[in-house]
């Protein structure tokens, strides 16, 4: 009987012994398994090209145009009457209506879409020398955006698992709900160190380390003064959001942020479909746009605020983004729908109809009676992935002026 139980055994050596010379020689044609000192640049090119961070995705669009934010707020609209329940329940808080969460789950996103941070932070571990240099970068890049997006969902969520998370490697799973002030804090804290750090990470890469940056970093192509640039944008964004409650916190990172923010918008080409590839189908946000061209009205309030004198456009007296941002009607002018339900109920049931498509934009105006946000811009346009604009970065100098949070060279009103 031991006789046979060492032959088994032998022979489950043998056998054990086997496989792993097959797997080491021939690797399996189906799995990609890069050696571990070039997987950090491909999580982290993976963190950065997430749908619903930086590139928007079409199920969020597509649900918020149908009875979310968009609707509610007052951004869009579709022609609105009393055979829309939702519309007439706009307060009903209980059974959801406009403020269901399709599409805009960022609380889960966040987890399940930054793996790549923890997945970098374990790999680090077992990386030394020459190797640990050229790969420490892609950690720091990719907290940036755990960062960012964990200061997101504060935002949105308030108490979110910040410090513990991402250990499910280690088997932890449950991690307790921190306090949003201390998150922002630490937070606003990690961004510091990491635009410190990075130009210093950057100088102790290999070459051909650099070159591999560059190709993996869609964004800035490799470019750590434009990524520190960004840093600074994103505590100056954080430290105004709380600086109403925690001054003494904010204001150091605004005073040193300005010092150094970007000087151009900092968007970045989507690395997918273009535009025209996309409409009949494909899956970046556009789609949701696109299929939902119906719901995409523009409320009187907004085109009121940009056509200031007459129907028609005049460009001494208008808004210049108005033919931009809405496409006109089939008169060749500027109206926008309204939310009165009483006041718009008789116009559709009279006849005034509309083209609720937007693959013909000719069609849209010789029939629209009221302006659509534009096919033109928006659906027929390959829209970039959006970090910062300077725009954002003007409003929220203008704010620190107006609070006199710190010195600022220009006036709000300047800004």
Known sequence: MKKILLLVLGGLLVFSSCQDTLEKEFKNPMVYSPDISNRAPGLFTNALTQWKFYIKDYGEWWWQ???????????????????????????????GNGFQQEGLTWFNDYYTRMKSWGL?????????????????IYLS????????????????????????????????????????KEIYVMALDDLKKIAADLPGQYEKMSSGAKALLAKQDLAFKGDIGKWVQYV????????????????????????????????????????FVTAAEDLPGGGTWQRGLYESAFRSFIPTGIINRMNFHDLKYEPTIDDP???????????????????????????????????????????SSQQNSRCMWSHVTYTHNDMPADMVTLGEIDLLLAEVALKGLVSTPKTAGDY
């Open 65 to 95: 145009l149908e009875s979310g934010v968009f609707q509610y707020s007052g951004l869009a609209s579709r022609y609105i009457s009393y055979r829309y329940s939702w519309f007439e329940e706009y307060d009903d808080l209980i059974n």
């Open 141 to 180: 890049l990719t907290s940036i955006i755990k960062d960012w997006g964990a200061l997101r969902n504060v935002d949105l969520y308030n108490s979110i698992p910040y410090k513990g998370a991402f250990q499910g490697t280690q088997g932890v799973f449950f991690v307790p709900y921190d306090d949003p």
């Open 321 to 363: 983004r108005l033919p931009v941002l809405a496409l006109p009607t089939k008169w060749n002018d500027y109206r926008g729908v309204t939310y009165n339900i009483d006041v718009q109920t008789p116009l559709y049931d009279s006849g005034e109809k509309y083209y609720p498509y937007c693959d013909n934009i000719v069609s």
């Open 232 to 271: 600074n944008a994103l505590r100056l964004r954080y430290a105004v959001n709380i600086s109403g409650v925690a001054p003494d916190v904010a204001k150091p990172h605004i005073t040193e942020a300005i010092a150094n923010l970007p000087q151009t918008d900092f968007t970045w080409a989507i690395p």
């Open 120 to 136: 970098i932070r374990d790999q680090l571990q077992e990386l030394s020398g020459a190797d640990y240099d050229d790969n420490v």
